[in-house]
Antibody, heavy 120, light 112 residues
Framework: EVQLLESGGGLVQPGGSLRLSCAAS????????MSWVRQAPGKGLEWVSS????????YYEDSVKGRFTISRDNSKNTLFLQMSSLRAEDAALYYC?????????????WGLGTTVTVSS | DLVMTQSPLSLPVTLGQSASISCRSS???????????LNWFLQRPGQSPRRLIY???KRDSGVPDRFSGSASGTDFTLTISRVEAEDVGFYYC?????????FGQGTQVEIK
């Protein structure tokens, strides 16, 4: 069974940094592009960032570009999201998700999410 | 960013009846590779999202055939025939054709 387990969320002050991790199991991790999608409390889904299978290509939503960095360690089956200069509007539940083939077709497996709270 | 407009935003349905959710794009979603990247997700209460349909009408493994997707130009429809209690939740469309990829606002389906 494919499983994605996010960690690293927590409370951070505005302007602070946080690193999210997503541990993948039950799949050949290096075969799949991966994404981060977030959901602010009581709101809808917002795609944040994606990364190609080898990590060569990365993509970001405009509001996080220059502040967030997506990366992966295929030897450890782990996806990361380094977040800096955090803002109140970055507070959300962050999901790690697998893309099957292409992330353009959406994400077919999702984790349970990790919560990021930005507050002083 | 391309705005995906869903309607209705709230949809009370009767068990066993059919339900349809619309998702409208202001631009064509046909990508340069010839595919149309319009996808549908269901988020049940307290759960992570789950993809139901990808590329307009392709059903994910394990998704009941009660769920179907269709398109007419830039208007896309998710139809649930014979609604069951487990179908309750928020439905989101998502376009993966134009950068950045965007989701619709969500449609809440509830049982009358």
């Amino acid at each position: 069974e494919v499983q994605l387990l996010e960690s690293g969320g927590g409370l951070v002050q505005p302007g602070g940094s946080l690193r999210l991790s997503c541990a993948a199991s039950g799949l050949t991790f290096t075969n799949y592009p991966m994404s981060w999608v977030r959901q602010a409390p009581g709101k809808g889904l917002e795609w944040v960032s994606s990364i190609s299978e080898t990590g060569t290509y990365t993509y970001y939503e405009d509001s996080v570009k220059g502040r967030f960095t997506i990366s992966r360690d295929n030897s450890k089956n782990t996806l990361f999201l380094q977040m800096s200069s955090l803002r109140a509007e970055d507070a959300a539940l962050y999901y790690c998700a697998r893309c099957l083939g292409t992330c353009r077709a959406g994400m077919d497996v999702w984790g349970l999410g990790t919560t990021v709270t930005v507050s002083s | 960013d391309l705005v995906m407009t869903q309607s209705p935003l709230s949809l009370p349905v009767t068990l066993g009846q059919s339900a349809s959710i619309s998702c409208r794009s202001s631009q064509s979603l046909v990508y340069s590779d010839g595919n149309t990247y319009l996808n549908w997700f269901l988020q049940r209460p307290g759960q992570s999202p789950r993809r139901l349909i990808y590329e307009v009408s392709k059903r994910d493994s394990g998704v009941p055939d009660r769920f179907s997707g269709s398109a007419s130009g830039t208007d896309f429809t998710l139809t649930i025939s014979r609604v069951e209690a487990e179908d309750v939740g928020f439905y989101y469309c998502m376009q993966g054709t134009h950068w950045p990829w965007t989701f619709g606002q969500g449609t809440q389906v509830e049982i009358k």
